[in-house]
């Protein structure tokens, strides 16, 4: 997870808890004829349709590998895309022996914040540790162990090539599958409010601006599931990490209820390193 300040790999390895272009063009959209026939503009489109779409459930899913070990953080929550609130519980891996079992962490996602519950680290349990998340050098695209779901649509807004791949199915609903690569300095520069200094850090922080992904978007232009390669240097050894970020979104609509902790509920005191 984070420390007071973060290094590009430290935060990233502390999630794990061990540790421009041409349009691409891919024919007309098929489906809804009021979608862009452009899959470049589709995809800039997204974040404002989830936006539209009020809520969702969301699954996540982190892939890392760091010293010939992958490691796999799944996540699961609610997001409210019109206030940018979501709260997840996220799920860390057994230990190298799979002896220890770690606790699960309550994240609560807001606008240009992390909140973490169950963080360790000499933080007591009743504690919340707030994060800003303009400081993290990965925007915490990766830090918190998962991608903030309305983050991930907004990386879409910098696509700067996409391709129409296909139809195919997530979670039983027909999808068009894209495929493309987004350019994190044009995606804070279009994104809402909260996620420009995140994702501008990002841009910054990681070894590349460009991210390579592939997302599947339902007949209204939502997304149902994204999936985003990050990269970046590894302070401890020469060489870049690869992280895969997997994003599901279903039951669009349900009701979120997030209250972000009192003043009073926040850690203030050292965090320590892990």
């Not at 601006?209 to 990269?231: C, M, T």
Request: aromatic share 6%.
């Amino acid at each position: 997870m984070v420390t007071r300040r973060h290094s590009r790999t430290g935060a990233a390895l502390a999630a794990a808890g061990l540790m421009v272009g041409t349009t691409g063009c891919g024919g007309v959209t098929p489906g809804d004829d009021s979608l862009p026939s452009d899959p470049v503009e589709l995809l800039h489109r997204a974040a404002p349709t989830l936006i539209r779409a009020g809520s969702s459930k969301a699954r996540t899913e982190m892939e890392m590998a760091t010293g010939g070990t992958r490691v796999t953080i799944h996540g699961e929550g609610v997001y409210d895309y019109g206030r940018q609130l979501g709260r997840l519980k996220v799920l860390l891996p057994h230990d190298p022996g799979g002896l220890n079992e770690h606790r699960p962490i309550t994240e609560l996602l807001a606008p240009g914040a992390l909140f973490m519950k169950n963080r360790g680290a000499g933080v007591p349990s009743d504690k919340w540790v707030r994060v800003d998340t303009g400081t993290l050098s990965d925007g915490n695209l990766v830090t918190g162990g998962a991608t903030d779901p309305f983050a991930a649509a907004e990386v879409l807004r910098g696509t700067r090539t996409a391709t129409y791949v296909g139809e195919t199915e997530v979670g039983g609903t027909t999808v068009r599958h894209y495929r493309g690569t987004a350019d994190l300095t044009a995606a804070s520069r279009a994104a809402s409010e909260g996620n420009r200094a995140p994702l501008l850090a990002a841009a910054k922080g990681f070894a590349t601006a460009r991210v390579p992904f592939d997302v599947y978007l339902d007949d209204q232009g939502r997304i149902r599931k994204v999936r985003h390669r990050f990269s970046f240097v590894n302070g401890h050894q020469r060489g870049t990490v690869a992280v895969a970020s997997t994003t599901l979104l279903y039951d669009f609509g349900v009701p979120v209820a997030v209250r972000l902790p009192r003043s009073e509920d926040i850690y203030a005191g050292k965090i320590a390193e892990e």
